[in-house]
């Protein structure tokens, strides 16, 4: 912004010459001065950074209309800025005395309203950081879940594994007996072929 | 006729020193002063709006000084239009205070503040006239520093704790965005050697087009400070709800405006051929839609109000953002739409606050029972608000989203996007503060309890903190004093105030017709500029 009212106020006065050059730098650095000043938190701080700002802004206008003595306007404006802003650095400086007297110092407190998000934003804060650590606690259980669903699985692979081969050696046993009976069966038919008639097949083959 | 035009900005200074001399003591006379003044004013105002209407701008060359040199008050119909319904709101918020005041009298016996009041307030409307009428740019700002400066003295009145520290903020930007405003000036005078708003006009048009974006893009920040544009708008919701009631209520009708006024003013007349349309409905979106969001969010019933300021403000810098004829016609519309409906919601939040002692309408409920009377007065102007079919605000509304659908662009159709989402959520606003002040059964809410236990961020107990933000206060600071009956002048005023906004509607016709011409007579500059000029002349033969 202060670059840009130098340079119009640069080409606005006419006059040229040292002195508008010197007007139009005393201009701009009052009002770069000022606007530093404005950023400050404390009212008397601001205060001046309105009258540096004010004046400055003041300066450049007298630059802009050059320094002939012929230009009445530039005056009737600067005066009239002038007083406006001696009426707000009067009122600013009421105001930080009763800033003073209610708080003990002249800051521009936060406003209630911001402090209450701010107060939002913590809770926020903290309940993200409930929610990581309850994240974290899942994960944990998930994990140990898991390890546990893990074992499971190989408790009941094993188990399976177990019961197959049982199964397996049952089947075996059933087969082994089968064959024992079939073996006793075999024996008890070679050794009742002696007792009993042939068959009548093995008869009528025979004959 | 033309002797009438400094009128509304002299009669109540003159007022303010009579009141000075009388002293603080004759309240009775200083009422009848006031009242009288402003009653004189918003007739001279609208006797200027019908004058300005039938034979053109009126100009007023002040002490005979020809036009660049010296201060020409205008009126054309725009000007007009906003000082009758300046003048006539400020008379209504003016009858509701004195209505206050007596009833506070007995227990708020500080006399300091009110006999500040009474005069700050006319040099209030002093200043809000001086802006309207000023046909140069260094009385503008002379206009707009009177009004702030009032302003910043009735936002502070009292000197209680949450006002001075709203205050300081409230005064930083305001002082802030003056400096800016002078800094316009002085470029625009070093480009162009003269402030006359009608001189420089003609003479911008010639100017290195570097310099003059410098000075376009200067005054929209400025003004657009001074209107609450959305993203300088952060210093109004957080300001405007610590102060008095009928304070805040003149503040949200008439200073937003004011700004809104300068920027149409300014961009329709110095710049009439690059609009910067990207920059205005970007920046009318988003204030629409953040300030309606700003506002759902919000438990206070001034403070969603603000933030519903805020949004609203948007649809007027959309009517200039679109440009046509029947963009700014609409746009005007909503200004005096808008300037008497937000104005009377705040004066009803008053009566809110004085018969429950707080705005949060966590703690309001059963109001519609409790106090019928209350429901009616802040149901019509929530729905005119909100945009609801036969009210003017629905009117001017559809003036605007006509005025977007005929211009067709990509930008006019997000913004009547915008505008459609934000009419719903503002109905959204309205209808929760309804639902939760109004319908829930009495007793429902929190009461009139003003002690909350708060756990603060970084201490490990619990402190129990009186809460400043719901707490009514009157005009001295202190605290109301809460009483079941009304005020018959803050009942009356608050009613006259939405019998304007339903007359809006009735003789919408006529009001819609003269916004038309209005608007075409914005959109062509030479009008003005011819106006001021050969005022000038017959300035220079009278001597």
């Not at chain 1, 913590?122 to 950081?129: F, K, P, T, V």
């Not at chain 2, 606050?353 to 029972?369: C, K, S, V």
Request: aromatic share 8%; glycine share 10%; net charge neutral.
């Amino acid at each position: 912004m202060t670059a840009t009212v130098l340079s119009a106020a640069a080409t606005g006065a006419f006059t040229g010459g040292a002195a508008s050059v010197t007007l139009v730098v005393t201009g701009g650095l009052l009002v770069a001065c000022g606007v530093y000043q404005l950023l400050a938190q404390s009212l008397t701080r601001l205060v001046l950074g309105l009258i540096m700002t004010g004046n400055g802004l003041n300066v450049l206008i007298l630059a802009a209309g050059g320094l002939g003595p012929a230009d009445v306007l530039t005056q009737a404006m600067i005066l009239t800025a002038i007083v406006i802003t001696l009426g707000m650095a009067a009122y600013l400086l009421a105001l930080a005395y009763r800033n003073w007297q209610l708080n003990g110092d002249d800051l521009v407190q936060d406003d209630v309203e911001d402090r209450r998000i701010a107060r939002a934003a913590h809770r926020e804060d903290l309940s993200g950081e409930l929610r990581t650590q309850r994240a974290a606690y899942r994960a944990d259980r998930r994990a140990a879940l898991d390890a546990s669903w893990v074992r499971k699985q190989e408790l009941r692979e094993a188990l399976r594994e177990a019961r197959r081969e049982l199964r397996g050696r049952a089947r075996l046993q059933r087969a082994i007996a089968a064959r024992a009976e079939d073996y006793e069966y075999l024996e008890e038919e070679t050794e009742s072929d002696t007792d009993f008639e042939p068959r009548p097949t093995h008869r009528g083959g025979a004959t | 006729m033309k002797s009438l035009v400094p009128l509304p900005v002299l009669l109540p200074l003159f007022a303010v020193g009579i009141k000075f001399l009388l002293g603080p003591r004759r309240l009775r006379v200083q009422t009848l002063i006031s009242v009288t003044v402003l009653t004189a004013d918003t007739v001279i105002s609208v006797v200027l709006m019908v004058q300005a209407d039938r034979h053109g701008p009126l100009v007023v060359q002040v002490g005979s000084f020809a036009a660049p040199l010296g201060i020409s008050l205008v009126v054309d119909r725009f000007s007009g239009l906003m000082l009758a319904i300046s003048s006539a709101v400020t008379l209504c918020v003016l009858v509701y205070a004195q209505s206050q005041r007596s009833a506070d009298e007995n227990e708020d016996e500080a006399g300091a503040p009110l006999a500040i009041f009474y005069p700050t307030y006319l040099v209030l409307a002093a200043g809000i006239a001086d802006s309207f009428l000023a046909g140069d740019l260094f009385n503008l700002y002379v206009g707009f520093e009177v009004m702030l400066t009032a302003s910043y003295v009735l936002m502070t009145i009292g000197g209680t704790d949450a006002r001075i520290r709203h205050g300081a903020v409230y005064i930083m930007v305001g002082a802030a965005s003056s400096l800016l405003f002078v800094a316009a000036i002085a470029i625009a005078y070093a480009a162009c050697g003269t402030v006359n708003l009608a001189d420089l006009a003609v003479q911008l048009a010639k100017a290195d087009p570097a310099v003059r974006l410098a000075v376009q893009l200067l005054l929209i920040t400025v003004f657009s400070v001074k209107a609450a544009v959305f993203p300088l708008s952060a210093w109004l919701p957080d300001s405007y709800p610590t102060a008095p009631a009928p304070v805040t209520a003149v503040f949200a009708g008439l200073l937003t405006k004011v700004g809104v006024y300068s920027l149409i003013r300014s961009q329709t007349l110095l710049f009439p051929h690059d609009r910067q349309s990207w920059l205005l409905y970007t920046v009318a979106a988003l204030s629409m839609i953040i300030g309606i969001l700003g506002a759902v969010a919000q438990a206070d019933l001034k403070r969603l109000l603000s933030f519903t300021l805020v949004s609203h403000v948007g649809f007027l810098v959309l009517g200039l953002a679109i440009g046509s004829t029947r963009a700014l016609s609409g746009a005007l519309f909503y200004a005096i739409t808008h300037i008497t409906v937000q104005t009377s919601l705040f004066l009803v939040t008053g009566l809110i606050e004085r018969r429950e002692g707080t705005a949060d309408f966590g703690r309001l409920a059963g109001l519609a029972r409790l106090a019928p009377v209350l429901g009616l007065l802040y149901f019509i102007p929530a729905m005119n608000l909100a945009g609801i079919p036969p009210l003017s605000g629905f009117l001017a509304k559809l003036a605007l989203l006509q005025a977007a659908a005929a211009d067709g662009g990509v930008g006019a159709y997000i913004l009547l996007g915008a505008m459609l989402t934000t009419s719903l959520l503002t109905l959204y606003a309205m209808t929760k503060v309804w639902a939760r002040a109004f319908w829930r059964a009495p007793g429902e809410g929190l009461g009139k309890d003003r002690e909350r236990q708060i756990v603060l961020p970084g201490s490990s107990g619990v402190a129990v903190i009186r809460s400043t933000v719901g707490d009514a206060r009157g005009i001295g600071g202190r605290r109301i004093s809460t009483s079941e009956g009304y005020p018959a002048g803050m009942l009356g005023a608050t009613a006259a105030l939405i019998l304007l906004s339903l007359a809006y509607t009735v003789w919408a016709g006529p009001i819609a017709e003269f916004t038309q011409r209005a608007a075409a007579e914005l959109l062509d500059p030479n009008s003005y500029i011819n106006a001021v000029q050969t005022a000038v002349g017959a300035a220079g033969g009278g001597h």
